[in-house]
């Protein structure tokens, strides 16, 4: 018995039923290779991004410090600009927002200051002292970054603990203090400016007729 064509009709339903199936196929086919939860290795998705960012679920991803708040310093001289690290010390660049929003650092001088080291202020009484009024601050230490050029810390006694509204800024490389004081930020212009700071005693850091903050800000 010959075989014969189906009826026009019917052949085409056929045709569109196998055309279906093949794009059904095909798409579970894209679905299983670029799924974001395929993480075999060589296929796409999130897996493949990970891999060609060279980060996975072990590694930190790369920080957009684009993102990270500014504060701007206004000394005398010029304007100083200080990116913020919450990632490395969350409570303490609040701490720094909140007094600095307050107008807290208006006209505080920089009552410590020594030549190639630091210059640190933040003491509403000059005097090294003094802080605000809110409570200190639990450590937030990381050896992540490294007390060099331009890295702004917060000021304590002997107490780990006791950070409050001081901070300075170094000068130099002055890692002997990593992993004992909160790093919070870094200079990222106006450098020279704090370069200009008036310098106080070279063994005590105790300035003469000190230079003061005009004003701090976060930066909108």
Not at 113 to 142: H, K, N, Y
């Amino acid at each position: 018995m010959s075989h014969s064509s189906p009826p026009p009709d019917k052949q085409t339903r056929i045709i569109g039923l196998l055309v279906f199936l093949f794009v059904a196929l095909f798409a579970a086919d894209l679905l299983v290779r670029y799924s974001p939860w395929s993480s075999s290795p060589g296929q796409g998705g999130m897996a493949a991004l990970a891999s060609q960012s060279g980060s996975g679920p072990d590694q930190a991803v790369p920080l957009n410090m684009e993102e990270m708040p500014v504060l701007e310093l206004e000394l005398a001289s010029g304007t100083v600009l200080i990116r913020l690290r919450p990632d490395l010390a969350p409570a303490h660049v609040a701490r720094i927002i909140e007094l600095s929003q307050s107008g807290f650092y208006d006209g505080i001088v920089f009552h410590r200051v020594i030549e190639g080291f630091m210059a640190q202020t933040g003491d509403p009484t000059g005097t090294g002292m003094g802080g605000s009024e809110l409570p200190d601050l639990p450590a937030e230490f990381t050896n992540e970054v490294s007390f060099q050029r331009g890295v702004v810390g917060m000021a304590r006694t002997a107490d780990p603990n006791s950070a409050n509204s001081q901070f300075f800024i170094t000068f130099g490389d002055a890692s002997f203090l990593d992993g004992q004081y909160t790093i919070f930020g870094q200079v990222i212009q106006g450098m020279e400016f704090v370069d200009a700071i008036r310098k106080g005693d070279p063994s005590t850091g105790l300035v003469d007729n000190p230079d003061s903050i005009v004003s701090m800000r976060v930066r909108q």
